[in-house]
């Protein structure tokens, strides 16, 4: 019989091309704003840890060095208000967007079954699905996840809106997941990110949303944005004990081992606060400066509460904005890319250098 291929859609980025193309033969150059890849260096202390690592002779370990595990629970206990777990409670991963991608996989999903994600969200969350054969259904409301719902994906604080999900809230989307049977999973890689308080975003495994009890929680995290290791693809799931064991299994007979350098240089982030803060400034600091520019320039900023992206409107078709952006020789993103329905906002992200967000500045004050 023939071979039929994985049923995926377009890659949406691909449609974006011409606009780059455009922003491109600006004549005083290209201002990209589009895609959330960090531009500032990787941390010395990250960086040396590395560098002192790779004598890797050996295979790593699937479920990372014993000080790997003890540095990710020190750091839950520290800044995500869990402080009850253990080593059986973390793994490491090859970045986050491979276990966003493939956990209905590892979990065993399959035809039948439902995958709940964001209403606007990362697409990765219904491309995770459809790898399966799995049902996926945008929903913010628990009230409307279907009762065949296997995986409910949360992502607090939100890409590409900014939003951030409150304690209350959590805890709601976990009680209803609870009542389904299903498996519940706040993809958190922004947290460290807030613009409006001193505190991190909260997370799904804080005492106060699950009272200790983990059993079909889990909570995925990524150090390439507070810690600019995009490139190390390094980042880690929590939670309950016996989902780690199950997926563990399915990692170690698929080969999904985080290299040995990256596991040294992930202790190393994970116990390093300065440079976070550090970094959180800066993004403070080009924000403090979009902001403004794109408000002069009749934009309108919704949510944008945390992360790495501006989510903004005039009111217009997004491909409209993308295009007059574009003509400026400013790139960014349609809200059509993530679910947005008429499309009406574009992601503006913060992740470009300083004088990149002063040359955007600069042309948004030619638009106003």
């Known amino acids: 019989m023939p071979r039929t291929p994985l049923a995926l859609p377009d890659f949406p980025w691909d449609s974006l091309t011409p606009f780059a193309d455009r922003a ?6 290209f201002v990209d704003l589009s895609v959330g890849s960090p531009v500032d260096p990787t941390p010395a202390v990250v960086a040396r840890a590395l560098a002192e690592a790779t004598d890797a002779h050996a295979y790593p370990q699937t479920a ?8 990710i629970v020190d750091w839950y206990a ?4 869990a402080d009850d777990l253990t080593v059986a409670n973390v793994m490491p991963t090859i970045g986050s967007k491979e276990l966003v991608g493939l956990l209905p996989l590892l979990l065993g999903l399959g035809p039948g079954d439902v995958v709940v ?3 606007i969200a990362y697409p990765t969350y219904a491309i995770g ?6 049902r996926a259904v945008a929903s913010d409301d628990p009230a409307e996840w279907p009762a065949e719902t296997k995986l409910v994906w949360l992502n607090s604080p939100g890409n590409p809106t900014g939003s951030v999900l409150s304690v209350e809230q959590l805890r709601a989307a976990v009680a209803r997941a609870r009542e389904l049977g299903a498996v519940i999973v706040n993809d958190e890689c922004y947290a460290e990110l807030v613009w409006d308080s001193s505190e ?4 799904i495994l804080d005492y106060r949303v699950i009272e200790g009890v983990r059993s079909n929680v889990l909570s995925v995290y990524s150090l390439s944005k507070q810690s600019n290791l995009a490139g190390y693809r390094a980042a880690f799931v929590a939670g309950c004990s016996n989902l780690i064991g199950e997926i563990l299994a399915v990692r170690k007979h698929l080969g999904l081992i985080p290299p040995a350098p990256v596991q040294a240089a992930m202790i190393a982030a994970l116990a390093d606060e300065e440079h976070v803060a550090h970094q959180r400034e800066l993004y403070r600091a080009r924000r403090a400066k979009l902001v403004p520019a794109l ?43 993530y679910g947005e329905e008429p499309a009406t906002h574009v992601r503006v992200a913060l992740t470009a250098s300083d004088a990149n967000i002063a040359e955007a500045v600069a042309r948004l004050d030619l638009l106003s």
């Open 129 to 134: 699905a459809a790898v399966v054969g799995a």
């Open 24 to 29: 491109r033969s600006h004549p005083d150059g």
């Open 200 to 203: 991190p975003a909260p997370s």
């Open 78 to 81: 520290r800044r995500r208000g």
């Open 295 to 337: 408000q002069r320039a009749g934009y309108r900023i919704d949510d944008s509460e945390a992360g790495l992206y501006l989510w903004a409107t005039k009111g217009l078709d997004a491909w409209a904005t993308v295009s007059e952006l574009a003509d400026a020789g400013v790139l960014v993103v349609p809200g059509s890319f």
């Open 64 to 71: 990372g060095t014993p000080a790997l595990r003890e540095a």
């Open 117 to 119: 994600h964001p209403a």
